[in-house]
């Protein structure tokens, strides 16, 4: 990237789109944000305000007018490179009690992004993806081509039918599409997850703490700051039609119950846990997966925290901004 390019970055109000945005700006690239607000805030995105090439619009971006207009608003006064589309609905129990909620805000937005591009001719987009995206195959090694693919949430599935959906246009019209399916990433500004879930519990009441699941769920978890310059890197060095890779951890992960241990040890030492009977949290949620990320390391990239120490991290940075440090 130089300084004379100008990106968009869709939910970049949010946990991940921050972290991006201040890497692609501290790079001399113009960025704009487009954000509805409805999970990340104005105030996550403060610290850019005074850099003149940080932009951000309030849009739907379900709304085809909308994103239309945006998109023609910005390539009036030079190109549109590229997109890195992160907007989704990022609450899966939400998605799975209303499934309107992730048509509109995972599948649609990227419909409407990527009609509205065709006009404009910007033919570069980065999608976030997940690993919800396979579904529960158990103790299956998760790969890109792993398949059938049978997602369990209305999460899953929009984030499916959306690779589906950049994968024709790029048929069509788009020049690269690069799909990046995400792992349990944590950090901050924390919007959601299972961090935030514990600390927003033990502000309450530090007496105890209330476990959704059995605690023997187990997961990969990748720190934002390890994501962030995987996306980078694979940016900088893939230059394939469709490209298509895992991102996460290299080791087994850890389980709830460590995770519940470790915020109760951090900020609430005598708050005793209780955990439910599943090994599931919520509806949707997979306790277990094992993904492969040999195709990103194949490219020289390999994180800087295991899933312990980007746990650890997350922990403290999470605690500090729930004020409970």
């Given at each position: ?23 692609l ?10 954000d509805?607000?409805?999970r990340g805030s104005r ?17 739907d971006?379900?709304?085809p ?17 590229e ?12 998605g799975?009690?209303?499934?309107n909620?992730d048509?509109?805000?995972t599948?649609l ?13 910007t ?28 997602p369990?949430?209305?999460y899953g ?13 790029a048929?069509?019209?788009l020049?690269?599409v ?5 792992p349990?990433?944590v950090?901050?500004?924390?919007t ?8 927003r ?27 962030v310059?995987?996306m ?8 394939e039609?469709r ?9 087994a ?12 040890a951090l ?14 949290g ?9 993904y492969?990320v040999?195709?990103l390391?194949?490219?020289?990239w ?7 120490s980007?746990?650890t ?6 605690a ?6």
């Open positions: 990237m130089t300084g004379t390019n100008q990106v968009l970055v869709c939910g970049g109000a949010g946990f991940v789109g921050v972290n991006l945005v201040r890497v700006l501290s790079r001399g690239t113009r960025v704009c944000v487009a509805n607000f409805s105030a996550n995105l403060r610290e850019f305000e005074a850099d003149p090439r940080f932009s951000v619009c309030e849009v971006l379900a709304d007018s909308q994103v239309s207009d945006l998109v023609g608003q910005l390539s009036k006064s030079r190109p549109l490179d997109v890195w589309h992160l907007a989704a609905n990022s609450d899966i129990p939400a799975i009690a209303n499934p909620i048509l509109k805000d599948f937005t990227t419909v409407s992004l990527v009609n509205a591009l065709r006009s404009v001719g033919r570069t987009v980065y999608f976030a993806s997940s690993s919800a995206f396979y579904g529960d195959l158990g103790d299956i090694e998760l790969r890109e081509h792993t398949g059938p693919l049978l369990i949430s209305n599935a929009m984030k499916l039918a959306s690779e589906a959906f950049l994968s024709a246009a048929e069509s019209h020049e690269q690069m799909i990046f399916r995400f349990n990433v950090g901050v500004p924390a959601h997850g299972v961090l935030l879930d514990f600390a519990k033990l502000r309450k009441d530090r007496s105890h703490l209330e476990v959704l699941g059995n605690g023997t769920q187990r997961k990969g978890y990748l720190h934002v700051s390890d994501l310059t995987a980078l890197h694979l940016h900088d060095t893939v230059t039609k490209a298509v890779f895992n991102i996460g951890a290299v080791d992960g850890v389980s709830v119950r460590q995770i519940a241990e470790g915020m109760v900020v609430a030492p005598d708050a005793r846990l209780e955990f439910g009977n599943s090994n599931r919520w509806v949707g949620d997979v306790p277990k997966f094992h492969s040999d195709k390391l194949a490219t020289g390999r994180p800087v925290l295991d899933s312990q980007a746990m991290r997350a922990m403290h940075e999470v500090r901004q729930e004020g409970l440090l």
